[in-house]
T-cell receptor, first 114, second 109 residues
Framework: EPEVTQTPSHQVTQMGQEVILRCVPI?????FYWYRQILGQKVEFLVS????????KSEIFDDQFSVERPDGSNFTLKIRSTKLEDSAMYFC????????????FGQGTRLTVV | DAKTTQPNSMESNEEEPVHLPCNHS???????IHWYRQLPSQGPEYVIH???SNVNNRMASLAIAEDRKSSTLILHRATLRDAAVYYC??????????FGKGTRLSVIA
């Protein structure tokens, strides 16, 4: 069964450092998403991406964040200068269409900022 | 986005049916009702979705009230693997999925 894969599974970084979280969406999917979940809290939407551009973003997704689809298979989330409060699970998701279809989520990357 | 109300937690015995309720009284006429679940230490997983009619798939059934102000996710025979947080998500058009707190389902052997 096709799946969304995320690497690394766990990343530890020092405050102020840049991190790139990587995702390989399902190959025929066109819509891509990043979500995050701070420990013990809700899954929060960050950004959606379609046709090589951001289609929607939340208030959380500020100038410290960026997304990219560099090569037609990977989908990355970059955090420019990490803060302690960026520590969370980050989930990538993809879907073949945007309206009323199933979104497939990856297993997540646990980011720990120290 | 329509506001949803789900019980914080529910418990079920293994191999018994489970009915997970969701109130979404502010839902608009074109919102589909999506259900996802999140097993421990995993990403969310799609369960089922529907608009007006009841829906069945291999995982579950979705019963939607006639006035669409509530719905019930039905797991026909709960297994230990079904222990998860279940999210009811009314979705407007092509807006992203918005997760609430969901219902934490415990399954007792």
């Amino acid at each position: 069964e096709p799946e969304v894969t995320q690497t690394p599974s766990h990343q530890v970084t020092q405050m102020g450092q840049e991190v790139i979280l990587r995702c390989v969406p399902i190959s025929n999917h066109l819509y891509f998403y990043w979500y995050r979940q701070i420990l013990g809290q809700k899954v929060e939407f960050l950004v959606s991406f379609y046709n090589n551009e951001i289609s929607e973003k939340s208030e959380i997704f500020d100038d410290q964040f960026s997304v990219e689809r560099p090569d037609g298979s990977n989908f990355t989330l970059k955090i420019r200068s990490t803060k302690l409060e960026d520590s969370a699970m980050y989930f990538c998701a993809s879907s073949v269409a945007q309206m009323n279809t199933e979104a497939f989520f990856g297993q997540g990357t646990r980011l720990t900022v120290v | 986005d329509a506001k949803t109300t789900q019980p914080n937690s529910m418990e079920s015995n293994e191999e018994e049916p489970v009915h997970l309720p969701c109130n979404h009284s502010t839902i608009s006429g074109t919102d589909y009702i999506h259900w996802y679940r999140q097993l421990p230490s995993q990403g969310p997983e799609y369960v089922i979705h529907g608009l007006t009619s009841n829906v069945n798939n291999r995982m579950a059934s979705l019963a939607i009230a006639e006035d669409r102000k509530s719905s019930t996710l039905i797991l026909h025979r709960a297994t230990l693997r079904d222990a998860a947080v279940y999210y009811c998500i009314p979705r407007t058009g092509n807006t992203p999925l918005v997760f609430g707190k969901g219902t934490r389902l415990s399954v007792i052997a």
